[in-house]
């Protein structure tokens, strides 16, 4: 039993449930101004009023995973994407900040509002160029961080913004298809179908640059043996965009959402194969990251117990709230 693979594995999932799940918050923020000021507003928000103060559970469980049982991964990755962590959690606070006081401070709305959008985009936007800096390829020399402050400022990050941006405007509206009926559902199918057909565009897009940016990630792709075992994560990822765009056009509810859950589940399987076993890219492998064997044991014993929990009540509070939105929240 490898420790180490394990743990990566944990963090992996930890991030994804936090993409998927704090990706559909942040893309209906993003989404916000294109709804009518009143009654819609005020039934996206209360779409995601019950879960979405627990969805960020997930980014604190990959955060302190990875400084746990990769500490030498976290020493490199934040001091190389200072600015775009700092964005990222400064967008998280005002969108939160937004969130409570728009129902408690009615006379300045429209402000709360706008903070809401702001925070939820530079959020998604950081969120996405993180990933890209760390695809790219961060300077290390010995164990330390040896490039600039703005060193994850290129083309390839704004693409992996721009593309994290529209996958999370993808989850936002496919998961208000579900939630709202009527007009208002109608509005946010025509928002999911531009979302998608953007979405597919910048996955092709950013997989496209992907073979130039590495020679490394070239040969995971086109070479064989490799390309044999990473050949059915694109072929699965074109199955499932076929299967949400017609799930979009025959006006089907949630199964949309749980297809865009599909596309981003590819999408990270394609970054898996990718990167590993990489973890800073070009020259920091997981093993080389990993925390001692008997501090991966001990925390793995408290995962253990913890995790089912946090899966156990984020089921039950989306149970709770599986049905439609109406004027005067769920019913």
Not at 194 to 216: D, H, I, K, P, Q
Request: hydrophobic share 55%.
């Amino acid at each position: 039993m490898d420790l180490t693979v394990i743990w990566a594995f944990i963090i992996a999932f930890a991030v994804f449930a936090y993409v998927v799940m704090d990706g559909f918050d942040l893309g209906i923020g993003i989404l916000f101004p294109t709804f009518e000021v009143g009654p819609e507003r005020d039934r996206a928000m209360n779409s995601i009023a019950p879960v979405w103060d627990g969805n960020e559970t997930w980014l604190v469980l990959g955060g302190g995973g990875l400084f746990a049982a990769f500490p030498l991964a976290y020493a490199v990755i934040l001091p190389a994407t200072y600015p775009l962590v700092i964005a990222m959690l400064l967008g998280l606070v005002f969108r939160g900040v937004a969130f409570e006081y728009r129902w408690r401070d009615p006379g300045h709305r429209r402000y709360w509002d706008f903070a809401f959008t702001a925070g939820s985009l530079v959020a998604a936007m950081a969120q996405g160029m993180i990933l890209g800096a760390l695809l790219q390829g961060i300077e290390v020399q010995g164990r330390d961080y040896a490039g600039d402050w703005f060193d994850w400022l290129t083309p390839y990050t704004f693409l992996t913004g721009i593309g994290t941006v529209a996958g999370y405007v993808l989850l936002g509206a496919t998961w208000l298809v579900w939630k709202l009926d009527g007009e208002s559902q109608h509005h946010a199918r025509a928002l999911a179908k531009r979302a998608a057909w953007t979405t597919l565009a910048l996955m092709g897009a950013v997989s496209l640059y992907n073979v130039f940016l590495n020679a490394e990630y070239a040969s995971r792709w086109l070479t064989a043996p490799e390309i044999w075992f990473a050949a059915p994560v694109p072929i699965l990822t074109a199955v499932v965009a076929v299967a949400l765009l017609r799930a979009l056009s025959v006006e089907r509810h949630s199964k949309p959402f749980w297809l865009s859950i599909a596309l981003f589940f590819f999408g990270m399987a394609g970054l898996g194969v990718t990167m590993w076993p990489y973890v800073v890219p070009p020259g920091i492998t997981i093993w080389d990251a990993a925390a001692p064997e008997s501090s991966q044991m001990f925390m793995l014993v408290g995962v253990a117990i913890t995790m089912p929990l946090i899966i156990a009540y984020t089921a039950w509070a989306y149970w709770v709230f599986r049905g439609k939105v109406g004027d005067e929240g769920y019913h």
